[in-house]
């Protein structure tokens, strides 16, 4: 009877109930299978279900409705509670992005990235994507016309860049990418085929090189909630900022002249 009590689908239920949201948000520490969709008998690593749109970036889909739903059911709680004006900003660039740390969802995230990084990753990444993974910095972005609207072009502080739609019900709000850049080559032009725009999808998550620089177009029409999560490595931040102060070009930047 405990057992089934402690159960995913139990727990989500549980954060609509305020006295035993605090005891539920401890509770969540861990990504079960409960949370995948089910693995093809021809493709059990999933790797099928995941299309190259570009260099470094592909689309896909592995987890299914109650994932996307746990975390947007914290959001919501969130929004309706006494510390929705305290939120510490997730990074500079968003206004109303908030942290997973803030919505006792951390711990569930990193687990989710390490199974994803063990099971799944190998399978859909080439070798230049998996590294090892040091940290993790992950958010929710909410975009809507009384939220963040959109987003510059800007590069991510990752070497992979894990992004989940959550919801359904918007227009807009596409992702362009513009190609892998340095620091020295970041404002350059980008090539045709570097230029990919995907639309989002709830469920579907974009896995891409960080330093792929991208912006998010305007949203038109209802809101999107994405959970963003930075995959670091030290040894990579530690060469991007030794590139960035001695105007280097490391191999993986697609600059051409
Ligand atoms: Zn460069």
């Known amino acids: ?10 727990l989500a239920a549980y954060l609509f109930t305020p006295i035993l949201y605090q005891i539920a948000r401890f509770l969540i520490v861990k990504f079960s299978p409960y949370y995948l ?3 093809s008998a021809n493709d059990p690593n999933y790797a099928a279900q995941f299309s190259n749109a570009g260099a470094g970036i592909f689309h896909g889909q592995i987890v ?14 969130h929004e309706n509670s006494d510390v929705v004006n305290q939120i510490t900003q997730a990074n500079s660039m968003h206004k109303n992005a908030i942290l997973t740390n803030e919505i006792g969802l951390e711990p569930f995230i990193s ?5 994803f990084f063990k099971k799944i990753a190998p399978d859909v990444l080439p070798g230049a994507l998996l590294k090892t993974i040091d940290s993790i910095h992950s958010y ?15 590069v991510d502080d990752s ?14 709000s596409d992702l362009q990418f513009e190609g892998q ?18 639309k989002h999808k ?29 995959c670091q490595n030290k040894s990579e931040r530690a060469q991007w900022f030794d590139a960035t102060k001695n105007q280097k070009c490391p191999d993986w930047c697609s600059y051409t002249s």
Not at 1 to 10: D, G, V
Not at 111 to 115: G, L, V
């Open 1 to 10: 009877m405990i057992y089934a009590l402690l159960t995913p689908k139990w």
């Open 37 to 39: 969709l089910p693995a």
């Open 64 to 77: 299914n409705d109650a994932f996307c739903d746990l975390i947007l059911s914290r959001i919501k709680q």
């Open 111 to 115: 687990s989710f990235t390490n199974f």
């Open 140 to 154: 929710v972005v909410r975009y809507g016309i009384s939220l963040d609207r959109d987003l510059g072009f800007h």
């Open 159 to 172: 070497f992979l860049t894990i992004n989940l739609c959550l919801n359904d019900g918007f227009v807009g």
């Open 181 to 198: 850049r340095c620091t020295t080559h970041i404002d350059t032009l980008s090539g045709e085929h570097e230029r990919v725009l995907i």
């Open 202 to 230: 709830k469920g579907k998550m974009i896995l891409h090189h960080g330093k792929n620089r991208h912006y998010v177009e305007t949203i038109r029409k209802g809101e999107r909630f994405n959970l963003i999560i930075w």
